[in-house]
C-alpha cells in the first residue's frame, strides 16, 4: 500500500505522460518567462552602469548616419568623426566636471568575424565611461594595437584580429554587458588612429573631412554635482556648432518604459498560461476521479481510510508536479540558454542572463509554485472522493 | 510480417529532421557576396554524421539480432555526442557570438543531438536489460 501512488501513475502510462505533459508545458513556461524578465532586468542594470557619462555629444552627422536612440539604448556606436578643437571646447563647458573622448570605427570585414566589428578608442588617461568596465576584467593599460574584446567575440587572449590588414593582438575579454557592446573591439585612440591610417591607404573611404590624427567620434561628459546636466547639454548645444548634446538620463528612463511594456507582457502571458492549465489540470483530476470511483470504492472496502485515499490521490498529484516540474525546469533553461542568442536579437533590448545563484534561486521558486499548485487541482478531486456513498457506487456500478 | 518498433521510427525521424533542419533553417553563416562563413566546415561535418547516423537507424529497422542492434545502437549514441560537439569544439564557429550560427545553428543541432542520444541511450538500456532477462532465463 505504500507505493500505491507510484504503481498507479506507473499502471497507467498514457495518463500519467498525458498529466506530466500539461504540467512540464506549466513549468517551461514560468521557468522560461522568469529568466527573460531576470535577462531584461539585468540588461537595462548593467547598460545604466556602463552609462558613467550624464551627457554624451556627437557630431550633428551622427543623427543621419546611426540612429540615436539605438546608440544609448544598446550602446552600438557607428562612424562619424568631428574635429579634436570641438572636444575641447566642448570640454571646457560650464558645469562640466570630466570629459574624455572616443573614436569609432567600423572595420570591413575583420579576419574574426566575417562581418563588420565595431572599433572603440578610448583615451585612457581621461576615460571614466568603460574603463571601470575594462579594469574589472583587464587591470593594466593598453599598449599600441593591443586590443581588449567583448564578452561575444570568440577571440581567445593571444589570439590576433586582423583589421585592414594589421594584426591586433588580443590580450584581455571583458564581462558581458547585454548590450552590442559585447560585440565591440577596444584599444587606445592611438590603435584607432593606426587602424584609420591602414585603412585609407588600402584606399576605404571612412568619409574623415580632415586629419585622421585630429578627429574624435564623441564626448563623454560628467556633470558637477548640484549643476542641472540639461542646462549642460542646451549650453553645449548653443555654444558649439553642428554637435548634438544628448542627456542619457532621459534615454535611460525611455528604455525602462519600454521595458516595463515587455516584462507587463510576458507576465500577463505567464499568469494566463497559469490559469488556463490550472483549470485543466482541475477539470482532467476531476474526470479521472469519476472514471475511478469503482477503484477507489474497492480500496474503501478493504480498509482504507478516508483520508488516506484522499492522500493517494493527493500524493500522485504530488509526484507527478515534482516531476514534471523539474523535466519543465530542465527543458525550460536549455531552450533559454540555447536561443538566448536569437531572442535578444528578437528583442533589440539590452539582455543579460542572470548568474548561476539567481537560476537556481529560480528553478527552486518554479518548482515549489508548480509542487502547490498541482495538488492544489487535485484537493478538490480528494474532497469529493472522500465524501463518496461506496455502497451506492459498487452496487450500481457508477 | 516485420514488427515496426517505436523507437526505431523516432530515432530514424530525429535524424531526418536533423537532416532536413542542417539544409533548410540551421545552414551556416552566409556573406554578402555568397560565400560561406567559418562556421561551415562544422556545418559539413554535422551534415555527415548525421546521414551516417540517418542511415545506421534505417538499417536498425530491419535487424532483428540484438548483438547487431546493440552495436548500431552505441555508433548512433556516439554520432549524436559527435553530432553535439561539432559546431564549436570540433569545428570552430564564427568569431561574433551574435552571428546566425551561434543563434540558430549551434543550438538546433545541439538540442537534436540530444534527442537523439537520449533514444539510443534508452534504446541500449532496453537491450541490455533484454540480454540480462535472457541470461537469467
Redesign the interface.
Known amino acids: 500500500m505504500r507505493h500505491l501512488s507510484i504503481r498507479n501513475l506507473t499502471a497507467r502510462p498514457g495518463r500519467t505522460i498525458a498529466l506530466g505533459l500539461l504540467i512540464v508545458f506549466l513549468s517551461m513556461a514560468l521557468f522560461g518567462g522568469s529568466v527573460m524578465v531576470r535577462s531584461l532586468n539585468g540588461g537595462l542594470a548593467s547598460l545604466e552602469a556602463r552609462l558613467g557619462a550624464d551627457v554624451i555629444v556627437v557630431p550633428s552627422s551622427a543623427k543621419s548616419s546611426t540612429n540615436l536612440d539605438y546608440l544609448f539604448l544598446q550602446g552600438t556606436t557607428g562612424y562619424y568623426y568631428m574635429d579634436t578643437e570641438k572636444a575641447q571646447k566642448i570640454a571646457q563647458t560650464e558645469g562640466v566636471e570630466r570629459a574624455s573622448f572616443q573614436i569609432f570605427m567600423a572595420s570591413l570585414r575583420a579576419s574574426c568575424c566575417s562581418m563588420p566589428v565595431q572599433v572603440i578608442g578610448i583615451d585612457q588617461d581621461t576615460d571614466f565611461t568603460i574603463q571601470p568596465w575594462i579594469e574589472e576584467s583587464f587591470g593594466r593599460r593598453l599598449g599600441d594595437l593591443d586590443v581588449l574584446v567583448g564578452s561575444k567575440v570568440n577571440a581567445g587572449i593571444g589570439e590576433s584580429i586582423r583589421i585592414y590588414n594589421t594584426d591586433c593582438p588580443v590580450v584581455g575579454r571583458l564581462a558581458a554587458t547585454g548590450t552590442t557592446l559585447d560585440t565591440g573591439v577596444f584599444c587606445t585612440v592611438d590603435t584607432v588612429r593606426l587602424l584609420l591610417h591602414a585603412a585609407s591607404e588600402l584606399g576605404h573611404d571612412l568619409k574623415i573631412s580632415g586629419d585622421p590624427e585630429n578627429v574624435v567620434s564623441a564626448v563623454y561628459l560628467k556633470v558637477k554635482d548640484g549643476v542641472d546636466v540639461q542646462s549642460v547639454a542646451d549650453r553645449v548645444n548653443v555654444y558649439v556648432r553642428k554637435v548634438e548634446a544628448v542627456r542619457t538620463r532621459s534615454y535611460i528612463t525611455g528604455i525602462a518604459d519600454s521595458l516595463g511594456g515587455v516584462e507587463k507582457t510576458i507576465r500577463t502571458l505567464i499568469v494566463c498560461v497559469w490559469i488556463l492549465a490550472f483549470l485543466i489540470l482541475m477539470a482532467a483530476f476531476t474526470m479521472l476521479t469519476g472514471e475511478r470511483k469503482k477503484e477507489f470504492a474497492v480500496l474503501r472496502v478493504i480498509g482504507m481510510s478516508r483520508g488516506k485515499l484522499a492522500w493517494v490521490l493527493l500524493k500522485e498529484s504530488l509526484l507527478l508536479s515534482l516531476f514534471g516540474g523539474v523535466i519543465g525546469i530542465v527543458l525550460g533553461g536549455a531552450l533559454t540558454f540555447s536561443f538566448q542568442g536569437l531572442i535578444e536579437e528578437a528583442l533589440s533590448l539590452p539582455f543579460l542572463m542572470p548568474g548561476v545563484s539567481e537560476l537556481l534561486l529560480l528553478a527552486i521558486m518554479t518548482l515549489v509554485v508548480v509542487m502547490l499548485v498541482g495538488p492544489m487541482s487535485s484537493a478538490v478531486s480528494a474532497w469529493k472522493l472522500s465524501r463518496v456513498d461506496i455502497g451506492r457506487i459498487l452496487r450500481e456500478g457508477i | 510480417m516485420k514488427k515496426v518498433r517505436a523507437m526505431d521510427v523516432t530515432k530514424v525521424l530525429v535524424c531526418a529532421v536533423l537532416l532536413v533542419g542542417l539544409f533548410t533553417v540551421l545552414h551556416p ?1 552566409l ?1 554578402e557576396d555568397g560565400t560561406k ?2 562556421c561551415a566546415s562544422a556545418w559539413t561535418g554535422t551534415v555527415a554524421v548525421a546521414g551516417i547516423a540517418a542511415v545506421l537507424g534505417i538499417l536498425e529497422m530491419f535487424f532483428e539480432n540484438r548483438k547487431i542492434r546493440t552495436l548500431i545502437s552505441v555508433i548512433m549514441l556516439a554520432a549524436a555526442v559527435v553530432c553535439f560537439l561539432m559546431p564549436g569544439v570540433f569545428f ?8 546566425y550560427c ?3 545553428m ?2 538546433g543541432i ?2 537534436l543531438s ?1 534527442c537523439l542520444a537520449g533514444l539510443s541511450l534508452v534504446n541500449l538500456i532496453g537491450l541490455m536489460r533484454k540480454k540480462d532477462v535472457h541470461r537469467k532465463k
Open positions: 553563416c556573406h562563413g567559418m570552430r564557429l564564427c568569431m561574433m557570438e551574435t552571428m551561434h543563434t540558430v549551434k543550438p545541439r538540442i540530444v
